[in-house]
């Protein structure tokens, strides 16, 4: 018996051992941070005893960023939380700013030709990388290329498939040295009268050019997405698969330089000191919490300076007096619809889906399920985006009306059934499962009963199945929520890309011809003002279809400190409010 | 005896092989796949996705997967590639380009292996059962000594409440009182090099199996204590001590013992909502994510870890019946 | 030799003692343990919420209650989120503004039949196969132990999935609105820690003097693992009992979480409506907003517990022979 006891205690104080060991000397402030730039200064006073974290320092920016990427690679990632990390560590040849426009970034101007086939940036002169060597046209054609590179199978690769010959080449499983030349001429860097470039090395390779397959104005938006962003090849091949693990090939031309990537806990970023832009006046630091009560309770603890402010802490968030004036709550980047099945009964009948999209309550959904945090939407674009339609009143809550459509339609309801003709028809509600969407799902099942008196059985699936149960039209579910959130800010993400026959819209069996040509006709426009009314017809001719439901758009609900100042809020701050324009933040002293 | 022991680790072997086949069927009958993620992220397009088949070698027949996962199988290029046999457990199809071995073994640059995924894993079940044992054995003790007494209701009380709260309640309970209240960690642990992170995951991690462990001590000891031979030993005048730690625990910690071992198993790679709840770097959540998200090579890989531990904390707990009590045999 | 005249005794034409069976006896122990009675009350009253909650239950559970979300109980004046209570809902409300008391009576149905009927499964076939590996050692040990090794192995929540998602939509997926699936799920994953546990104890009490000496006098292997064996590995094996029970409605719970639970009803006049394992995932994420969502459940399952642990102990007590006589 001795024996057991002895080796129990040895093992209690092996693990001690083995926790605490390695690593050496135990610091219990400040992170462990390589080098101090200048902009810090030492922690202040007011400090709860013993504790944690770095330090509430004035010019540590400390975000909750959720769920740790999967990979950091600007020509694969796709994730909300990856492309938080690429945005301060790289810049593409445009970014956006504040109201949404596209800027200059590492291009100081761009210029189409005279039908928009074809688009040459010029990029800024001196530009660099954050470790001072020379940044050129050489690079966006790498980057750009290697996103279309079939080896890379980027998820948003498709993004940039405007551009001649990348969709065949993409696609494309056998030799591919055919396809891949009409890419290499389609992307292209060149000194400003042409010729070739000679390598990274050559500083007088300023021009980078696209070309495309049809006329697409919108494409300098595209540009300045992550997939693009410019990482060096030699860093990316040096590395192999695994180059993004070590933030010492993590070079870029961004506002920040990744200085420590710590799998499944942290991201730090100092300022890049070789920014040509404005430079950011504090460091940034990710944490990675996925609990939001967790997340919550870190903030109120100041271990944090930003984090999501979760629909069901926003009770105790307004009635607490300082809680409340650290919170803040503006439009989103998305919107989400009851989308109809087109091709399955009953609602191929327009007549039903107005029914159901009348006898939707918008703003109990807004109140009872998302405490809030949202706004009823009967238009597809969202406040804040261009093209938005302002005052659409078609089809939103109506119970009587919609009783009387569906009678009219020569619908009956019996017994919760839905019936035409003597024959009833099954309506099932199909979804993910998960807490939040039962809670959902339930009060559409009820508030349905309610107003049309139908029953609609609930049919929750694994998450994963029900993802490819959606993905083909003959298995998607007659009707379900389902949401888009913007790309970039053009019309031509929220329209053409989505709803062209053979995109998004064919999960649920949509097509509409008629507008197919509107949206191809105003992708190709150059004018801006026709452009933009051509796409206000389409979008007209999809809410006057009836198609489906648009329910709610949502909003960033966040909480952050009163010592970060000057936060630029964009409805694109998927993560963090600010993230789109993260030099104009200051970090006071507290 | 040694032979025993020798039959018992080639038995492994097949047991191993039984889990891969009938995990590597039961994940394909699965629906769906791995390139259908979460409907709110966007969706691999049919071209890319054409590709990812490829080069994951999903186009090809069931029976030459698995072959190509165990054996191995030759590239596009005619090298061969090894699989299983050879330590490779395959490539992760969620995180592109590491391999399973890679995310749940290596540690970061310049760190020795206890850095690694598996090895804060380790450490934390390893931490979990010993918190369990060295706490729970001794309550239990006093609780069947003095049966019905405070001792007894206070243990059954924490007991109850260990096996009653799911472990994200006791989390975030634990965090408000220990960080917000009383200031003594900080909710986000920031480094993991102090001994004073580890203690609540441990005790959360571990607080359901202390529970076990107490009660299961109890009720053993308690059957102990009316045996003759207990009264024999007091009746000898022997030191209460003695008759307790030399005649009685010896008899009673065999059903303790035999939860332990696998319970050390389970620690170490259940530890999915300590991981949510503290940001542990652990390997616990790889076990869960991997099967939802439909990553092949990670369901494999983590299965087939979690098949070793336990067959190994099994033959480690055979062992130390032996150990205990001298009149066991484990042969016949 | 005088007769010498002693007392006079009564004929004694029959003996007035009635014969007590040692159930009788046990049971009556049983009884007068006042922890296990105690424990006997609580199951028997959550046995009746259970078969009344639809009589006793304020409010349907499904009902919701626009702009009353997330209501304290009725006694609260301003909670943290500077809502008052309401008369009507005595535990206060929901997301959806559904009244928790209700919703924790109608939750006991899942909650306590999936802590009794599988558990039932798990210690019959746990049991059996463990004696049989402990006591006859050799090949069925080896054999049976690495059939264990391969279930213990075998990711759960892969089978889960695999079983639930494919039987689902099938007759057996049908039954008690799936609920039949998931027990059986639960018992082939769950069985396995008892045969060990069992074949351990077995293993340790085969050796003992009192089994020798029964298989000395001839008695038969079944009889001996019946009757002797068996009464011996009770203690542990009531502890293990009262441990599944929570651990089973709260793997309900998870299971819920990660998509694989009960089916959400949408009629009220259901049987299977929640359970207290998916109100305690409800009522963690709103730990800030209405800790009660969480708290109510939360106390169900402890006193589950406890009272199926001070019927266990008593039962353990009430049928060990060497008690007899001594309470």
């Known amino acids: 018996m001795r024996k057991l006891f002895t080796l129990m205690g040895l093992l209690v104080v092996a693990s001690m051992v083995l926790a605490a060991c390695g690593g050496g000397a135990t610091p219990t402030t400040a992170p462990a941070q390589p080098e101090e730039p200048a902009a810090t200064e030492p922690p ?123 969709a065949e080449w993409r696609g494309c499983t056998d030799s591919c040295d055919d396809e891949k030349a009409v890419v290499d001429d389609s992307v292209k860097a060149s000194h400003e009268d042409g010729s070739d470039c000679t390598g990274y090395d050559d500083a007088a390779c300023n021009t980078f050019t696209l070309k495309f397959k049809q006329p697409a104005p919108y494409f300098h938006t595209v540009a300045s997405l992550w997939v693009g962003y410019p990482a060096k090849q030699e860093l990316i091949e040096a590395g192999g698969e695994n180059w993004w693990l070590d933030p010492a090939n993590q070079i870029g031309n961004g506002p920040f330089v990744l200085s420590n990537l710590e799998q499944g806990v942290n991201a730090h970023f100092v300022p890049n000191e070789n920014y040509w832009d404005t430079k950011p006046s504090y460091e940034l630091d990710y944490s990675y919490i996925v609990d939001s009560a967790v997340a919550f309770e870190a903030f109120k603890n100041d271990e944090l300076d930003i984090v999501v402010a979760a629909a069901e802490d926003l009770g105790t968030i307004q009635n607490d007096a300082t809680l409340k004036e650290q919170y803040v709550n503006y439009a989103g980047s998305c919107t989400f619809a009851v989308m109809f099945h087109q091709l399955k009964e009953p609602f ?34 969202p406040p804040g985006f261009p093209g938005f339609k302002e005052g659409e009143t078609r089809f939103g809550f109506d119970a009587a009306k919609a009783v009387q459509t569906l009678t009219d339609a020569g619908y009956t309801v019996e017994n919760g059934q839905l019936m035409k003709g003597g024959t009833a028809i099954p309506i099932e509600l199909t979804f993910s499962d998960s807490p939040r969407n039962r809670t959902r799902y339930e009060w559409l099942a009820a508030k349905y009963k309610e107003v049309l008196g139908i029953d609609m059985p609930l049919n929750p699936v694994e998450a994963t199945t029900y993802t490819s149960l959606t993905k083909d039209v003959k298995t998607a579910p007659q009707m379900f929520i389902l949401g888009w959130c913007a790309d970039y800010p053009d ?3 929220w329209l053409s890309v989505y709803w062209k026959t053979g995109a998004f819209g064919e999960r649920i069996g949509f097509s509409n011809p008629d507008m197919d040509a509107l949206m191809s006709q105003a992708d190709a426009e150059l004018d801006p003002t026709k452009r933009a009314d051509l796409y206000q017809q389409a979008q007209d001719m999809l809410v006057a279809g009836g198609y489906v439901a648009f329910m709610w758009n949502n909003v960033n609900s966040y909480l952050v400190k009163p010592w970060v100042k000057d936060i630029t809020r964009t409805p694109m701050d998927a993560n963090w409010p600010g993230q789109q324009v993260p030099t104009s933040i200051t970090v006071e002293a507290h | 005896m040694a032979t025993y022991f020798l039959r018992r680790i080639l038995w492994m072997i097949p047991v191993l092989f039984t889990v891969a086949l009938i995990t590597f069927v039961m994940m394909h009958s699965a629906p769906g796949g791995p390139w259908d993620r979460d409907l709110s992220a966007r969706q691999v397009d049919p071209a890319t996705q054409k590709v990812l088949n490829t080069y994951y070698g999903l186009d090809k027949p069931l029976w030459r997967q698995f072959v190509a996962y165990v054996v191995g199988d030759f590239t596009q290029e005619g090298k061969f590639d090894c699989g299983l046999v050879c330590g490779d457990l395959g490539p992760s199809y969620r995180v592109r380009g590491r391999s399973v071995q890679d995310i749940l073994f290596e540690p970061p640059k310049g760190k020795s292996a206890i850095y690694s995924r598996f090895g804060y894993s380790m450490r934390l079940g390893f931490l979990a059962v010993s918190m369990a044992a060295i706490i729970g054995i001794p309550v239990g003790i006093a609780a069947a000594l003095k049966q019905n007494s405070w001792v007894d209701y206070l243990s059954l009380f924490i007991a109850t409440i260990g096996i009653s709260l799911p472990s994200f309640v006791m989390a975030i309970f634990l965090i408000i009182i220990f960080a917000s209240i009383l200031h003594l960690v900080s909710v986000i642990p920031k480094n993991w090099d102090e001994i004073k992170a580890w203690i609540l995951p441990a005790a959360v991690l571990g607080f359901g199996t202390m529970a076990y462990v107490a009660r299961l001590t109890r009720t053993s000891m308690l059957e102990v204590l009316r045996q003759d031979y207990v009264r024999t030993a007091r009746a000898k005048g022997l030191h209460e001590r003695v008759v307790v730690f030399r005649h009685m625990l010896r008899n009673a910690i065999i059903p303790v013992v035999t939860i332990l071992g696998p319970a050390l198993a389970a620690l170490v790679t259940g530890s999915f909502i300590i991981e949510t709840m503290f940001s542990f770097p652990g390997m616990g959540r790889a076990f869960v994510t991997a099967i939802g998200q439909r990553d092949y090579s990670m369901i494999m890989g983590t299965t087939l870890i979690y098949v070793f531990l336990v067959s190994v904390a099994n033959l480690a707990v055979d062992f130390l019946y032996v150990f205990i009590d001298p009149r066991i045999r484990l042969e016949d | 030799m005088t007769e010498i ?6 004929a004694i034409t029959e003996l007035n003692v009635r014969g007590r069976s040692p159930w009788q006896e046990a049971w009556g122990r049983f009884l007068r343990n006042k922890a296990s009675l105690g424990g006997l009350v609580i199951v028997i009253f959550f046995m009746l919420v259970t078969v009344f909650a639809s009589v006793i239950a304020p409010h349907s559970p499904l009902q919701l209650h626009s702009g009353k979300s997330f209501l304290p109980p009725a006694w609260v004046e301003k909670s943290t989120t500077g809502k008052t209570g309401d008369q009507q809902f005595l535990l206060g409300t929901d997301t959806l503004g559904r009244d928790a008391l209700s919703r924790v009576l109608y939750g006991s149905r899942v909650s306590m039949m999936v802590g009794f009927v599988p558990t039932v499964i798990i210690i019959l076939v746990g049991t059996l196969v463990g004696m049989v590996a402990g006591y006859y050692g050799g090949t069925w040990d080896n054999f049976l132990m690495r059939l264990t090794d391969i279930m213990y192995g075998f990711p759960d929540l892969l089978f889960f999935i695999i079983v639930l998602i494919a039987l689902r939509d099938t007759w057996i997926g049908e039954l008690m609105s799936g609920l039949f699936l998931l027990f059986f799920a639960l018992a082939i994953v769950n069985w396995v820690s008892v045969a060990r546990l069992v074949r351990g104890q077995v293993l340790s ?24 064996l068996l009464p011996n590995i009770l203690g542990p094996l009531i502890v293990l009992t009262a441990f599944q029970i929570p651990n089973l409605i709260i793997l309900e719970a998870i299971l819920g979480y990660l998509g694989l639970g009960l089916k959400p009803a949408t009629n009220p006049d259901a049987f299977f409506i929640t359970s207290w394992g998916s109100l305690l995932l409800e009522g963690q994420t709103a730990i800030n907003a209405q800790p009660f969502l969480l708290l109510a459940p939360a106390v169900c399952v402890a006193l589950v517990v406890v009272a199926f642990t001070f019927i266990g102990d008593g039962l353990r007590d009430a049928l060990d022979p060497r008690m007899r006589g001594t309470q």
């Open chain 3, 205 to 228: 009490l085969k050796e003992k003097e009192f089994v020798e000496a029964a298989r000395s006098i001839g008695v038969k292997d079944s009889r001996i693992m019946l009757r002797h």
């Open chain 1, 348 to 381: 191929t009948d327009p007549a039903v889906r107005a029914a159901f999209s009348y006898a939707l309550d918008r703003n109990a959904w807004v109140t009872d399920v998302l405490q809030g945090l949202g706004a009823p939407a009967l238009t597809w674009i």
């Open chain 1, 44 to 166: 202040a006073a007011t400090q709860p005893p013993a504790t944690e974290p770095p330090a509430a320092e004035p010019g540590i920016l400390r975000v909750n960023s959720v769920t740790f990427p999967d990979i950091v690679d600007p020509q694969k990632s796709s994730f909300v939380s990856e492309i938080a990390v690429l945005q301060m560590v790289y810049e593409g040849v445009t970014k956006l700013d504040g109201d949404l426009n596209t800027v200059p970034a590492a291009s100081d101007k761009w210029e189409y030709n005279a039908d928009a086939t074809q688009l040459s940036f010029h990029l800024r002169d001196g530009l660099t990388y954050s470790d001072g060597s020379p940044l050129n046209a050489a690079r966006f054609e790498y980057s750009f290329h290697r996103n279309i590179d079939p080896a890379t199978a980027g998820e948003y690769a498709a993004i940039t498939d405007d551009i001649l010959g990348a």
């Open chain 1, 491 to 493: 019309p031509q993400n």
């Open chain 3, 5 to 10: 005249a002693g007392p006079q005794l009564p």
